[in-house]
């Protein structure tokens, strides 16, 4: 009996000792990491993304339309420079005349001032706000080349050659600056040579005539030396903005 019991007990014994070898795993040396890899990974992100921000800035644009489509939107900016806007589901439209203002309202010769994102490479400005907005005047100096009294149309010269055609209409407020003070004055009192400044819109029909809102004459001081009166000298056309200028056709 205690033969057979010595037996067992071995047996016991055994399978305890197997069974505690078994779940006994050996202890693995940890891999060293090599974090140059990850590092340079990162490097080469944060550059790159560096890189897409140095492309792109805010910016804002102001200009009349000179073309539009459900995603692009054309402006020709004041200094005569074309620039393209691109639309999106996140642009936002305003105008203080129309609540419901959107893409579909905008047409050719309208004004807008559109803020958004310029990419420098593109030269593209995806739009986040446009707006409707007015003309802006322009602003002429010079001095008083000629006077057409029956059209009411006066012709400003001005330093680089160019002449502007003046129309002058019964909402012109004219003035002038005498003895240190700006009072009223009137069509008649305007005299060739005499240096003037002129606050208006360019006609839509023809660039080179504009309709003044604002005119101040200054009859006591003399036209800049730089503004050349000669009749004989043959008239300049304003700048296209395109790096180059129109030249009248002659016969």
Partial sequence: MRKILLIISSIFLIQFLAAGSFAQSPTKTPTPIDLSDQIDQLKSKIASK???????????????????????????TTSGNTRFIDVDELT???SEENDSFGISDIEKGMYLGVVGLYNKQSQRLQARVVEEESQLP????????????????????????????????????????????????????????????????????????????RIIIFPEISANSKINLNPNQPTVVPSTGSGRKLVPITK
């Fill in 50 to 76: 560096v890189a897409q921000l140095n492309l792109v800035e805010k910016r804002g644009v102001y200009g009349e339309v000179a073309d539009a489509s459900d995603t692009q939107i054309t402006l020709k």
């Fill in 92 to 94: 936002k439209f305003s």
């Fill in 138 to 213: 322009n602003f002429i100096y010079g001095a008083v080349y000629s006077i057409d009294a029956e059209n009411f149309i006066i012709t400003v010269a001005k330093e680089n050659g160019a002449k502007n055609s003046i129309d002058v209409e019964s909402i012109t407020k004219t003035y002038s600056f005498t003895n240190g003070e700006l009072t009223k004055s009137g069509f008649s009192k305007i005299k060739e040579t005499q240096p003037i400044i002129v606050v208006g819109f360019f006609q839509k029909n023809d660039k080179t005539k504009i309709l003044a809102s």
